[in-house]
């Protein structure tokens, strides 16, 4: 992945609140990575991409799951909304209010995919 995508990745994590202090940034932040790297690697999350980051980071995939999820539902209750829905919109399901870890992953993938370029170089127009 090259240094812009990761700066767009960071700074669109950053800006629904993610909080750096949780284990689950790293690991959310390698998810990504490797699914902006190979965009087949989201049909297989569990299977490839946990166990691949539990292996860089002498861990397990359930933990990783785990620490993604526990990621998620803090930026869900504790972030910037006005952010979470502008990249999220109307993709989750209401009933469940925030969306799985592979929702998750994947709309994060494809917002750092199509606005990467504008978001690092601070040129994306956040909604206030």
């Known amino acids: 992945m090259d240094k812009q995508t990761n700066i767009a990745l960071r700074k669109t ?5 993610a909080s750096h202090s949780l284990k689950g940034y790293t690991y959310t932040i ?9 965009r087949d690697a ?3 999350v569990m299977k490839e ?3 691949k980051i539990a292996e860089e980071n002498g ?7 785990r620490n993604i999820r526990n ?5 869900w209750i504790n972030g910037n909304v006005n952010a979470i829905n502008e990249i999220f919109g109307y ?17 994060i993938t494809d917002f750092v995919s199509l606005h990467g370029q504008e978001i ?9």
């Open 13 to 17: 994590l950053d800006q629904i609140g």
């Open 30 to 38: 390698r998810a990504i990575e490797k699914c902006l790297d190979d």
């Open 42 to 44: 989201l049909r297989c």
């Open 49 to 51: 991409i946990y166990a």
């Open 59 to 65: 861990t397990t995939a359930s933990k990783v799951e």
């Open 71 to 75: 990621l998620i539902e803090v930026t």
């Open 91 to 107: 993709t989750v399901s209401t009933k469940k209010g925030k969306p799985t870890n592979s929702e998750f992953i994947a709309v």
């Open 120 to 128: 690092e170089s601070d040129s994306y127009k956040w909604r206030e």
